[in-house]
Nanobody, 119 residues
């Protein structure tokens, strides 16, 4: 099992920034992939960004490219999501997720943190 603990959500105005953190513990592997998902009210959960520990490959959904940055602290098995130029449409519950491989479903999930962007 992998445990994920998130922090950093909040209420901000449009144009502001927030940084989310997610620390992994437990049965983490050197091939862990960690990602950030979000789910807005009435919408399906969608992936926002992801990073591979083994390859350092990064991926982003188009709507956040240039505004959000995913990064990691290898020693702490912690992943960050720096969110700049936040817009009301970024309002959602943000979830950290992990899988111990480069492919397949994300098996482990954090509890979620609310991000609310007011106009």
């Amino acid at each position: 099992q992998v445990q994920l603990v998130e922090s950093g959500g909040g209420l901000v105005q449009a144009g502001a920034s927030l940084k989310l953190s997610c620390a992994a513990s437990g049965r983490t592997s050197s091939n862990i992939n960690m990602g950030w998902f979000r789910q807005a009210p009435g919408k399906e959960r969608e992936i926002v960004a992801a990073i591979s520990w083994r390859t350092a490959y990064l991926s982003y959904r188009d709507s956040v490219k240039g505004r959000f940055t995913i990064s990691r602290d290898n020693a702490k098995y912690t992943v960050y999501l720096q969110m700049n130029s936040l817009q009301p449409e970024d309002t959602a519950v943000y979830y950290c997720a992990a899988r111990n491989s480069d492919y397949g479903k994300y098996e482990y999930w954090g509890q979620g943190t609310q991000v609310t962007v007011s106009s």
